[in-house]
Nanobody, 123 residues
């Protein structure tokens, strides 16, 4: 499966951005899709994820209540709506997919990764 993230940019504190992740390739295969981010000098961090089955997404503690993940009915596009952005949200955001049954928050379980999109929040 191939993943293409888009929608990053520069926004002021308190602003909003909407990232998109387009999925192509083996779309018939069930997969969970997650969003992660990595700031300079920091480890990659779990942001949010949408499971293949069910509609209960998961969120990292730092974005809870501000970010929302959604998926279209064809399950080939996943969005990350980011509201009330803060300077500490500045990072490269990646979408990734996994097909196993491990926890949806486990970064190491994701085997397919997109190229990342830069989000910069100015103070």
């Amino acid at each position: 499966v191939q993943l293409q993230a888009s929608g990053g940019g520069v926004v002021q504190t308190g602003g909003s951005l909407r990232l998109a992740c387009a999925v192509s390739g083996r779309t018939f295969q069930a997969y969970d899709l997650g969003w992660f981010r990595q700031a300079p000098g920091k480890e990659r961090e779990f942001v949010a994820a949408m499971p293949w089955r069910g509609d209960r997404p998961r969120y990292g503690d730092s974005v809870m209540g501000r970010f929302a993940v959604s998926r279209n009915s064809d399950k080939d596009t996943v969005w990350l709506q980011m509201n009330n952005l803060k300077p500490e949200d500045t990072a490269v955001y990646y979408c990734a997919a996994k097909t196993d049954s491990s926890p949806i928050t486990r970064i190491s379980a994701y085997t397919e990764w997109g190229q990342g999109t830069q989000v910069t929040v100015s103070s």
